[in-house]
């Protein structure tokens, strides 16, 4: 006699009451936030796709680092080129493939559907772009979120001369400003690690000088949390600190950081962009934002519209959309608006 497993309810009740949930229905009924949802997923498809929306050209060095000899070949999914150059391409393919080596801008064509400047593909580094600034947001952002909930929860949970301490620390950075500490820690650092990947240095600065507001946020929320009753009952109980920490305290204030966690995607990007227009960033021809922008700085005239026109359509879009379903996160989750 066979039987029929009963269907995971749990799991499916579970889906279900997130889905319903105030803050989700909330969200659901915002058409900003919807709208800002849609801008954002079209930027992760473009950014996730970039090598079948701006494919390499035949004879360029990505090609030739996947080891493929047509464009055509990393369409092939049954090909390693088509699963490398999705999660894993190489640097060569941020190169922005480049038409001639004309300073004078070129308006859009069959070759180059946005036109060049610089010589420069604007399509291509855009699409390309797109990449970057997600990979680079995601890492530093990822990054600045755990170690600020690490040290807030520190501060806020154990307190006395501890919480002091990191306090006194934080209204130091917090006396600093963010862009000059974070322009002076890219310069030592590029300056002290000649060859360094670029990446590195934007990376740590931008860390250094971020994770500073997540913690002040986690220590407000982890001093309220840990007065609760329900933390009183699990210590009663015999939980280590690092249990009640990891389990009751900081799931339970995680809300507000997310959210800004959610913000910040979308500015910090716009912090790279602009250190790349001052010339902080990556060198000239790497798929970056910010290198177009700059390209385009000597050709602000009507008939070279377009060399400024679509960088800076993607930068507004790109804050735009972040910004409208981050700040419709944060109300859905702030208890004062429920």
């Not at 946020?217 to 600190?241: C, H, K, N, P, W």
Request: net charge positive; aromatic share 12%; hydrophobic share 50%.
């Amino acid at each position: 006699m066979t039987t029929v497993s009963a269907p995971p309810q749990s799991q499916r009740s579970a889906l279900q009451g997130f889905l319903t949930s105030r803050p989700v229905m909330k969200l659901r009924r915002n058409k900003l936030a919807m709208l800002g949802l849609l801008i954002t997923l079209l930027f992760v498809l473009v950014a996730f796709f970039a090598p079948f929306i701006a494919r390499p050209s035949a004879g360029s060095n990505c090609l030739r680092d996947l080891g493929v000899s047509s464009p055509n070949q990393i369409y092939n999914p049954a090909g390693g080129a088509f699963w490398q150059v999705l999660f894993s391409a190489p640097e060569s393919c941020y190169a922005i493939e480049r038409e001639s080596f004309s300073p004078t801008p070129t308006p859009p064509s069959s070759e180059a559907i946005f036109g060049t400047s610089q010589g420069y593909d604007i399509f291509y580094g855009l699409v390309w772009g797109t990449r970057t600034m997600f990979k680079l947001g995601l890492i530093i952002v990822g990054i600045t979120l755990l170690t600020g909930v690490i040290i807030g929860a520190i501060s806020g949970y154990y307190g006395g001369w501890i919480d002091n301490l990191i306090q006194r620390f934080l209204d130091v950075l917090f006396a600093l400003p963010g862009l000059v500490l974070t322009i002076i820690l890219i310069t030592f650092l590029k300056a002290s690690n000649p060859g360094i990947d670029p990446s590195v240095p934007i990376i740590l600065a931008f860390v250094a000088t971020g994770w500073a507001s997540y913690a002040k946020i986690v220590r407000g929320d982890v001093i309220r949390t840990r007065q609760l009753e329900y933390v009183d009952a699990a210590r009663s109980l015999g939980a280590r600190d690092n249990r009640l920490i990891l389990k009751h305290i900081v799931p339970n204030s995680l809300a507000s950081v997310l959210t800004i966690a959610v913000l910040d995607l979308g500015t910090v990007p716009l912090g790279i962009a602009a250190l790349s227009f001052l010339g902080l960033g990556f060198p000239a021809g790497y798929a970056e934002w910010g290198q177009l922008v700059d390209f385009a700085r000597a050709w602000l005239q009507p008939q070279y519209w377009y060399v400024m026109v679509y960088p800076a359509a993607f930068i507004i879009l790109f804050s735009l959309g972040f910004n409208l379903f981050g700040d419709a996160l944060r109300d859905a989750y702030d208890p004062k608006t429920r």
